[in-house]
Protein backbone atom coordinates (compact mmCIF):
# COMPACT_ATOMS: atom_id res chain seq x y z
CA UNK A 1 0.00 0.00 0.00
CA UNK A 2 1.51 3.02 -1.22
CA UNK A 3 1.61 5.50 2.14
CA UNK A 4 2.10 8.58 -0.40
CA UNK A 5 -1.37 8.25 -1.91
CA UNK A 6 -3.34 5.95 0.50
CA UNK A 7 -4.36 7.82 3.62
CA UNK A 8 -5.59 6.43 6.60
CA UNK A 9 -9.67 6.78 6.56
CA UNK A 10 -11.27 9.73 8.15
CA UNK A 11 -13.08 8.36 11.01
CA UNK A 12 -13.38 4.40 12.26
CA UNK A 13 -16.78 3.84 10.90
CA UNK A 14 -15.48 4.70 7.37
CA UNK A 15 -12.71 1.77 7.68
CA UNK A 16 -12.96 -0.96 4.95
CA UNK A 17 -12.83 -3.72 7.32
CA UNK A 18 -13.32 -6.99 4.81
CA UNK A 19 -10.28 -6.99 3.01
CA UNK A 20 -8.73 -4.16 4.12
CA UNK A 21 -6.18 -4.31 1.34
CA UNK A 22 -8.58 -2.97 -0.86
CA UNK A 23 -9.47 -0.07 1.07
CA UNK A 24 -7.97 3.04 -0.22
CA UNK A 25 -8.87 6.85 1.89
CA UNK A 26 -7.50 9.08 -0.67
CA UNK A 27 -9.18 11.76 -2.24
CA UNK A 28 -7.54 11.19 -5.50
CA UNK A 29 -9.27 7.83 -6.08
CA UNK A 30 -12.40 8.67 -4.32
CA UNK A 31 -13.05 11.72 -6.42
CA UNK A 32 -11.90 9.66 -9.67
CA UNK A 33 -14.53 6.69 -9.00
CA UNK A 34 -17.23 9.67 -8.49
CA UNK A 35 -16.33 11.28 -11.13
CA UNK A 36 -16.87 8.34 -13.75
CA UNK A 37 -20.33 7.55 -11.89
CA UNK A 38 -23.60 9.49 -12.19
CA UNK A 39 -25.51 7.22 -10.41
CA UNK A 40 -25.39 6.90 -6.26
CA UNK A 41 -27.48 4.67 -3.91
CA UNK A 42 -28.93 6.51 -0.91
CA UNK A 43 -29.54 4.97 2.70
CA UNK A 44 -30.84 6.02 5.38
CA UNK A 45 -33.48 4.95 8.00
CA UNK A 46 -37.76 5.66 8.01
CA UNK A 47 -39.96 4.59 10.11
CA UNK A 48 -40.35 1.32 8.25
CA UNK A 49 -36.91 0.78 8.06
CA UNK A 50 -34.02 0.60 6.29
CA UNK A 51 -34.65 2.38 2.41
CA UNK A 52 -32.00 2.31 -0.55
CA UNK A 53 -33.13 4.12 -3.46
CA UNK A 54 -31.17 4.85 -6.49
CA UNK A 55 -30.62 8.93 -7.77
CA UNK A 56 -28.37 10.28 -10.09
CA UNK A 57 -25.43 12.89 -8.34
CA UNK A 58 -22.61 15.23 -9.23
CA UNK A 59 -19.45 16.64 -7.26
CA UNK A 60 -19.21 20.22 -6.57
CA UNK A 61 -15.71 19.95 -5.13
CA UNK A 62 -15.59 17.98 -1.42
CA UNK A 63 -19.49 18.02 -1.94
CA UNK A 64 -21.68 15.17 -3.64
CA UNK A 65 -24.43 16.86 -5.18
CA UNK A 66 -28.19 14.96 -5.33
CA UNK A 67 -31.40 16.33 -5.62
CA UNK A 68 -35.10 15.85 -6.25
CA UNK A 69 -38.80 17.12 -5.96
CA UNK A 70 -39.74 19.09 -2.68
CA UNK A 71 -42.56 16.59 -2.56
CA UNK A 72 -40.21 13.50 -2.74
CA UNK A 73 -40.39 11.56 0.87
CA UNK A 74 -36.74 10.80 0.69
CA UNK A 75 -35.27 14.21 -0.08
CA UNK A 76 -38.01 15.14 2.81
CA UNK A 77 -35.92 13.19 4.82
CA UNK A 78 -32.65 13.71 4.36
CA UNK A 79 -33.48 17.55 4.47
CA UNK A 80 -33.97 17.10 7.85
CA UNK A 81 -30.45 16.24 8.72
CA UNK A 82 -30.57 12.23 9.49
CA UNK A 83 -27.45 9.96 9.32
CA UNK A 84 -27.13 9.02 5.61
CA UNK A 85 -24.96 6.32 3.48
CA UNK A 86 -24.82 6.95 -0.22
CA UNK A 87 -22.35 4.32 -2.40
CA UNK A 88 -21.33 4.88 -5.66
CA UNK A 89 -20.11 1.11 -7.18
CA UNK A 90 -18.81 1.43 -10.75
CA UNK A 91 -18.16 -2.43 -11.92
CA UNK A 92 -15.46 -3.40 -14.06
CA UNK A 93 -15.54 -7.06 -14.92
CA UNK A 94 -16.79 -10.70 -13.49
CA UNK A 95 -13.18 -12.71 -11.97
CA UNK A 96 -13.81 -15.93 -13.37
CA UNK A 97 -11.65 -18.39 -10.87
CA UNK A 98 -10.74 -22.17 -10.92
CA UNK A 99 -13.08 -22.63 -7.71
CA UNK A 100 -16.12 -21.58 -7.62
CA UNK A 101 -15.01 -19.82 -3.95
CA UNK A 102 -12.70 -17.56 -5.56
CA UNK A 103 -15.19 -16.02 -8.32
CA UNK A 104 -15.04 -12.22 -7.61
CA UNK A 105 -16.45 -8.95 -9.33
CA UNK A 106 -13.79 -6.37 -10.80
CA UNK A 107 -14.95 -3.15 -9.05
CA UNK A 108 -14.51 0.31 -7.90
CA UNK A 109 -17.09 2.10 -5.08
CA UNK A 110 -17.36 4.63 -2.55
CA UNK A 111 -18.91 4.57 0.29
CA UNK A 112 -19.96 8.58 2.15
CA UNK A 113 -20.99 8.66 5.65
CA UNK A 114 -22.27 11.67 6.63
CA UNK A 115 -25.36 14.14 6.85
CA UNK A 116 -26.98 15.82 4.17
CA UNK A 117 -27.44 19.89 4.02
CA UNK A 118 -29.99 21.82 1.92
CA UNK A 119 -28.74 24.23 -0.34
CA UNK A 120 -31.60 27.14 -0.28
CA UNK A 121 -30.04 30.18 -1.43
CA UNK A 122 -31.47 30.24 -4.84
CA UNK A 123 -28.23 30.91 -7.44
CA UNK A 124 -26.46 28.45 -5.48
CA UNK A 125 -29.10 26.13 -5.45
CA UNK A 126 -29.00 26.92 -9.39
CA UNK A 127 -24.83 26.40 -9.70
CA UNK A 128 -25.81 23.36 -7.66
CA UNK A 129 -28.15 21.97 -10.87
CA UNK A 130 -25.79 22.78 -13.10
CA UNK A 131 -23.03 20.61 -11.71
CA UNK A 132 -25.12 17.95 -11.62
CA UNK A 133 -26.29 18.14 -15.28
CA UNK A 134 -22.95 18.76 -16.43
CA UNK A 135 -21.71 16.06 -14.27
CA UNK A 136 -23.64 13.94 -16.68
CA UNK A 137 -23.78 15.21 -20.15
CA UNK A 138 -20.63 17.72 -19.77
CA UNK A 139 -21.79 20.54 -22.05
CA UNK A 140 -25.55 20.48 -21.90
CA UNK A 141 -26.61 23.34 -19.47
CA UNK A 142 -25.48 26.25 -21.89
CA UNK A 143 -28.01 24.75 -24.12
CA UNK A 144 -31.22 24.19 -22.03
CA UNK A 145 -33.67 26.44 -20.64
CA UNK A 146 -33.05 26.96 -17.18
CA UNK A 147 -35.02 26.48 -14.32
CA UNK A 148 -37.74 29.05 -13.43
CA UNK A 149 -38.32 30.17 -9.91
CA UNK A 150 -41.15 27.93 -9.41
CA UNK A 151 -39.26 24.53 -11.03
CA UNK A 152 -35.97 25.88 -8.01
CA UNK A 153 -38.65 25.74 -5.51
CA UNK A 154 -39.90 22.80 -6.21
CA UNK A 155 -36.55 20.83 -6.28
CA UNK A 156 -34.62 20.00 -3.11
CA UNK A 157 -31.20 20.19 -3.69
CA UNK A 158 -28.62 18.63 -1.04
CA UNK A 159 -25.26 18.91 -0.32
CA UNK A 160 -23.35 15.56 1.25
CA UNK A 161 -19.81 16.08 2.55
CA UNK A 162 -16.96 14.00 1.37
CA UNK A 163 -15.35 14.15 4.87
CA UNK A 164 -16.40 10.50 5.29
CA UNK A 165 -16.03 8.49 2.28
CA UNK A 166 -13.65 5.22 1.45
CA UNK A 167 -13.46 3.57 -1.78
CA UNK A 168 -12.98 -0.10 -1.88
CA UNK A 169 -11.24 -1.45 -5.44
CA UNK A 170 -10.73 -4.76 -6.63
CA UNK A 171 -8.52 -5.32 -9.96
CA UNK A 172 -6.91 -8.07 -11.66
CA UNK A 173 -6.98 -11.50 -11.90
CA UNK A 174 -8.73 -14.56 -10.14
CA UNK A 175 -6.34 -15.38 -7.16
CA UNK A 176 -6.78 -18.99 -6.75
CA UNK A 177 -5.31 -21.35 -4.23
CA UNK A 178 -1.80 -22.78 -5.38
CA UNK A 179 -2.87 -26.35 -5.74
CA UNK A 180 -5.61 -25.29 -7.65
CA UNK A 181 -3.32 -23.99 -10.63
CA UNK A 182 -2.61 -27.48 -11.69
CA UNK A 183 -6.45 -27.65 -12.72
CA UNK A 184 -7.16 -27.66 -16.52
CA UNK A 185 -9.59 -24.91 -15.69
CA UNK A 186 -9.73 -21.81 -17.93
CA UNK A 187 -9.40 -18.66 -15.58
CA UNK A 188 -9.47 -14.71 -15.96
CA UNK A 189 -11.67 -11.91 -16.35
CA UNK A 190 -14.58 -10.85 -18.56
CA UNK A 191 -14.43 -6.67 -18.50
CA UNK A 192 -17.78 -5.14 -18.56
CA UNK A 193 -18.22 -1.55 -19.00
CA UNK A 194 -20.80 1.21 -19.87
CA UNK A 195 -21.34 2.50 -23.48
CA UNK A 196 -23.56 4.61 -25.40
CA UNK A 197 -25.57 3.58 -28.20
CA UNK A 198 -26.76 6.04 -31.01
CA UNK A 199 -28.99 9.10 -29.63
CA UNK A 200 -32.24 8.74 -30.15
CA UNK A 201 -34.15 12.26 -31.43
CA UNK A 202 -37.40 13.14 -29.82
CA UNK A 203 -40.20 13.12 -32.07
CA UNK A 204 -41.15 16.41 -31.84
CA UNK A 205 -37.39 17.81 -32.06
CA UNK A 206 -37.86 21.52 -34.71
CA UNK A 207 -36.13 20.53 -37.48
CA UNK A 208 -33.50 23.62 -37.15
CA UNK A 209 -32.68 21.88 -33.50
CA UNK A 210 -29.16 19.92 -34.41
CA UNK A 211 -27.40 17.25 -32.42
CA UNK A 212 -25.45 18.67 -30.11
CA UNK A 213 -21.38 18.23 -30.36
CA UNK A 214 -21.30 16.20 -26.92
CA UNK A 215 -23.49 13.64 -28.08
CA UNK A 216 -21.25 12.93 -31.31
CA UNK A 217 -19.23 9.81 -31.09
CA UNK B 1 -52.01 0.58 -15.46
CA UNK B 2 -52.83 -2.93 -16.70
CA UNK B 3 -54.48 -4.09 -13.96
CA UNK B 4 -54.19 -7.73 -15.59
CA UNK B 5 -50.33 -7.62 -15.13
CA UNK B 6 -49.75 -4.49 -12.81
CA UNK B 7 -50.90 -5.75 -8.97
CA UNK B 8 -51.10 -4.11 -6.33
CA UNK B 9 -47.88 -3.29 -3.74
CA UNK B 10 -47.48 -5.90 -1.21
CA UNK B 11 -47.77 -4.02 2.02
CA UNK B 12 -47.43 -0.18 2.33
CA UNK B 13 -43.99 0.55 2.73
CA UNK B 14 -43.61 -1.00 -0.78
CA UNK B 15 -45.76 1.08 -2.67
CA UNK B 16 -43.38 3.80 -4.76
CA UNK B 17 -44.58 7.29 -3.91
CA UNK B 18 -43.26 9.62 -5.82
CA UNK B 19 -44.20 9.28 -9.74
CA UNK B 20 -46.72 6.53 -8.59
CA UNK B 21 -47.10 5.75 -12.07
CA UNK B 22 -43.58 4.38 -12.38
CA UNK B 23 -44.47 1.84 -9.70
CA UNK B 24 -44.90 -1.81 -10.87
CA UNK B 25 -45.43 -4.57 -8.64
CA UNK B 26 -46.06 -7.61 -10.85
CA UNK B 27 -43.98 -10.41 -10.23
CA UNK B 28 -42.79 -10.71 -14.13
CA UNK B 29 -41.93 -7.24 -14.19
CA UNK B 30 -39.78 -7.79 -11.05
CA UNK B 31 -37.81 -10.74 -11.77
CA UNK B 32 -36.92 -9.78 -15.35
CA UNK B 33 -35.14 -6.82 -13.75
CA UNK B 34 -33.53 -8.96 -11.14
CA UNK B 35 -32.68 -11.27 -13.90
CA UNK B 36 -30.55 -8.71 -16.11
CA UNK B 37 -28.62 -7.44 -13.24
CA UNK B 38 -25.82 -9.53 -10.80
CA UNK B 39 -25.37 -6.22 -8.51
CA UNK B 40 -27.19 -5.10 -5.94
CA UNK B 41 -27.04 -1.93 -2.89
CA UNK B 42 -27.50 -3.78 0.31
CA UNK B 43 -28.75 -0.95 2.98
CA UNK B 44 -29.31 -1.94 6.99
CA UNK B 45 -29.00 -0.49 9.92
CA UNK B 46 -25.53 -0.32 11.96
CA UNK B 47 -24.12 0.66 14.98
CA UNK B 48 -22.62 4.09 12.95
CA UNK B 49 -25.72 4.67 11.20
CA UNK B 50 -27.17 3.53 7.93
CA UNK B 51 -25.13 1.64 5.54
CA UNK B 52 -25.23 0.83 1.56
CA UNK B 53 -22.73 -1.92 0.78
CA UNK B 54 -22.98 -2.90 -3.35
CA UNK B 55 -22.69 -7.25 -3.56
CA UNK B 56 -23.48 -9.83 -6.32
CA UNK B 57 -26.57 -11.43 -6.07
CA UNK B 58 -28.37 -14.23 -7.80
CA UNK B 59 -32.61 -15.42 -8.02
CA UNK B 60 -33.80 -18.50 -6.04
CA UNK B 61 -37.31 -18.16 -7.28
CA UNK B 62 -39.32 -16.23 -5.06
CA UNK B 63 -35.73 -15.39 -2.76
CA UNK B 64 -32.60 -13.27 -3.90
CA UNK B 65 -29.65 -15.06 -2.72
CA UNK B 66 -26.89 -13.27 -1.48
CA UNK B 67 -23.70 -14.34 0.05
CA UNK B 68 -20.19 -13.58 1.84
CA UNK B 69 -17.38 -14.21 4.18
CA UNK B 70 -18.40 -15.58 7.17
CA UNK B 71 -16.42 -13.06 8.73
CA UNK B 72 -18.23 -10.08 6.98
CA UNK B 73 -19.93 -7.22 9.45
CA UNK B 74 -22.76 -7.04 7.25
CA UNK B 75 -23.08 -10.64 6.61
CA UNK B 76 -23.21 -11.20 10.87
CA UNK B 77 -25.51 -8.23 10.65
CA UNK B 78 -27.78 -9.60 8.20
CA UNK B 79 -27.63 -12.98 9.39
CA UNK B 80 -29.25 -11.97 12.16
CA UNK B 81 -32.26 -10.91 11.00
CA UNK B 82 -32.28 -7.35 11.12
CA UNK B 83 -34.23 -5.58 8.88
CA UNK B 84 -32.59 -4.72 5.20
CA UNK B 85 -33.50 -3.20 1.87
CA UNK B 86 -31.70 -4.31 -1.22
CA UNK B 87 -31.72 -1.83 -3.92
CA UNK B 88 -31.28 -3.26 -7.77
CA UNK B 89 -30.28 -0.70 -10.76
CA UNK B 90 -30.31 -0.72 -14.47
CA UNK B 91 -29.94 2.22 -16.25
CA UNK B 92 -31.04 2.26 -19.76
CA UNK B 93 -30.10 6.14 -20.92
CA UNK B 94 -29.61 9.85 -20.26
CA UNK B 95 -32.89 11.96 -20.86
CA UNK B 96 -32.34 15.23 -22.69
CA UNK B 97 -34.74 17.64 -22.59
CA UNK B 98 -35.53 21.01 -23.69
CA UNK B 99 -35.40 22.54 -20.33
CA UNK B 100 -33.15 21.60 -17.32
CA UNK B 101 -36.07 20.44 -15.01
CA UNK B 102 -37.22 17.44 -17.07
CA UNK B 103 -34.00 15.58 -17.71
CA UNK B 104 -34.08 12.49 -16.29
CA UNK B 105 -32.86 9.10 -16.46
CA UNK B 106 -34.29 6.07 -18.15
CA UNK B 107 -34.04 3.01 -15.34
CA UNK B 108 -35.27 0.25 -14.14
CA UNK B 109 -35.26 -0.38 -10.28
CA UNK B 110 -36.56 -3.46 -7.74
CA UNK B 111 -37.09 -2.37 -3.97
CA UNK B 112 -36.75 -5.17 -1.54
CA UNK B 113 -37.93 -4.82 1.94
CA UNK B 114 -37.43 -7.59 4.58
CA UNK B 115 -35.44 -10.06 6.22
CA UNK B 116 -32.57 -12.29 5.25
CA UNK B 117 -32.72 -16.16 6.77
CA UNK B 118 -29.42 -18.18 6.88
CA UNK B 119 -28.92 -21.16 4.05
CA UNK B 120 -27.54 -23.43 7.11
CA UNK B 121 -27.88 -26.67 5.49
CA UNK B 122 -24.86 -27.92 3.52
CA UNK B 123 -26.31 -29.67 0.12
CA UNK B 124 -28.71 -26.06 0.20
CA UNK B 125 -26.08 -23.87 0.35
CA UNK B 126 -24.04 -25.00 -2.29
CA UNK B 127 -26.73 -25.27 -4.78
CA UNK B 128 -27.54 -21.22 -3.65
CA UNK B 129 -24.06 -20.59 -4.30
CA UNK B 130 -24.36 -22.39 -7.90
CA UNK B 131 -27.42 -20.57 -8.32
CA UNK B 132 -25.60 -17.40 -7.39
CA UNK B 133 -22.48 -18.44 -10.26
CA UNK B 134 -24.72 -19.17 -12.82
CA UNK B 135 -26.73 -15.92 -12.52
CA UNK B 136 -23.59 -14.08 -13.26
CA UNK B 137 -21.79 -16.39 -15.90
CA UNK B 138 -24.72 -18.79 -16.90
CA UNK B 139 -22.69 -22.73 -17.54
CA UNK B 140 -20.24 -21.65 -15.17
CA UNK B 141 -20.77 -23.85 -12.36
CA UNK B 142 -19.94 -27.43 -14.25
CA UNK B 143 -16.38 -25.97 -15.23
CA UNK B 144 -14.60 -25.14 -11.62
CA UNK B 145 -13.64 -26.83 -8.93
CA UNK B 146 -16.65 -27.21 -6.12
CA UNK B 147 -16.50 -25.66 -2.93
CA UNK B 148 -14.90 -27.70 -0.22
CA UNK B 149 -16.53 -27.93 2.79
CA UNK B 150 -14.56 -25.67 4.58
CA UNK B 151 -15.20 -23.21 1.92
CA UNK B 152 -19.24 -23.76 2.52
CA UNK B 153 -18.20 -23.47 6.36
CA UNK B 154 -16.96 -19.80 5.81
CA UNK B 155 -19.22 -18.66 3.61
CA UNK B 156 -22.51 -17.35 4.52
CA UNK B 157 -25.43 -17.61 2.25
CA UNK B 158 -28.62 -15.79 2.63
CA UNK B 159 -32.30 -15.71 1.43
CA UNK B 160 -33.85 -12.34 1.01
CA UNK B 161 -37.50 -12.94 0.30
CA UNK B 162 -39.16 -11.38 -2.97
CA UNK B 163 -42.81 -10.76 -1.04
CA UNK B 164 -42.00 -7.16 -0.42
CA UNK B 165 -40.37 -5.82 -3.48
CA UNK B 166 -41.82 -3.19 -5.81
CA UNK B 167 -40.40 -2.33 -9.58
CA UNK B 168 -39.91 1.55 -10.67
CA UNK B 169 -39.34 1.99 -14.92
CA UNK B 170 -38.80 5.23 -16.69
CA UNK B 171 -38.72 4.85 -20.29
CA UNK B 172 -39.13 6.33 -23.21
CA UNK B 173 -38.54 10.15 -24.55
CA UNK B 174 -38.29 13.77 -22.39
CA UNK B 175 -41.55 15.11 -21.77
CA UNK B 176 -41.25 18.49 -21.48
CA UNK B 177 -43.99 21.37 -20.54
CA UNK B 178 -46.06 22.19 -23.81
CA UNK B 179 -44.59 25.58 -24.44
CA UNK B 180 -40.67 24.33 -24.51
CA UNK B 181 -41.58 22.17 -27.35
CA UNK B 182 -41.01 25.63 -29.73
CA UNK B 183 -38.11 25.90 -28.57
CA UNK B 184 -34.89 24.71 -31.11
CA UNK B 185 -32.97 22.69 -28.82
CA UNK B 186 -32.23 18.92 -29.40
CA UNK B 187 -34.43 16.57 -27.15
CA UNK B 188 -33.85 13.09 -27.10
CA UNK B 189 -32.46 10.20 -25.17
CA UNK B 190 -28.89 9.09 -25.32
CA UNK B 191 -29.11 5.08 -24.38
CA UNK B 192 -26.54 3.49 -22.13
CA UNK B 193 -26.12 -0.53 -22.12
CA UNK B 194 -23.65 -2.61 -20.39
CA UNK B 195 -21.48 -4.65 -22.52
CA UNK B 196 -18.51 -7.21 -22.14
CA UNK B 197 -14.84 -7.15 -23.46
CA UNK B 198 -12.66 -9.71 -24.93
CA UNK B 199 -11.95 -12.18 -21.82
CA UNK B 200 -8.77 -11.83 -20.31
CA UNK B 201 -6.71 -14.92 -19.89
CA UNK B 202 -5.01 -15.42 -16.51
CA UNK B 203 -1.50 -15.86 -17.26
CA UNK B 204 -1.07 -19.01 -15.04
CA UNK B 205 -3.80 -20.83 -17.20
CA UNK B 206 -2.64 -24.24 -18.19
CA UNK B 207 -2.55 -25.03 -22.47
CA UNK B 208 -5.08 -27.27 -22.50
CA UNK B 209 -7.28 -24.73 -20.37
CA UNK B 210 -9.47 -23.53 -23.71
CA UNK B 211 -12.11 -20.43 -23.57
CA UNK B 212 -15.30 -22.09 -22.22
CA UNK B 213 -17.91 -21.24 -25.19
CA UNK B 214 -20.26 -19.14 -22.58
CA UNK B 215 -17.37 -16.23 -22.89
CA UNK B 216 -16.94 -16.57 -26.64
CA UNK B 217 -18.85 -13.83 -28.86
Not at 31 to 36: F, K, V
Not at 51 to 59: D, H, K, Q, S
Not at 61 to 77: E, F, V
Not at 99 to 125: L, P, W
Request: charged share 25%; with cysteine; net charge neutral.
Amino acid sequence: MNESTNTGPSTPRVRVKRLPDRGKYDRETIEAILDEGFICHVGFNTEHGPAVIPTAYGRDGGDLIIHGSAASRMLRDLAGGIDVCVTVTLVDGVVLARSAFHHSINYRSVVIYGRASVIAEKAEKAKALEILTEHIIRGRWKDVRPPTDKELKGTTVLRVPLAEASAKVRVGPPKDDEEDYSLPIWAGVLPLRTVTGAPIADERNLPEAAIPEYLQT
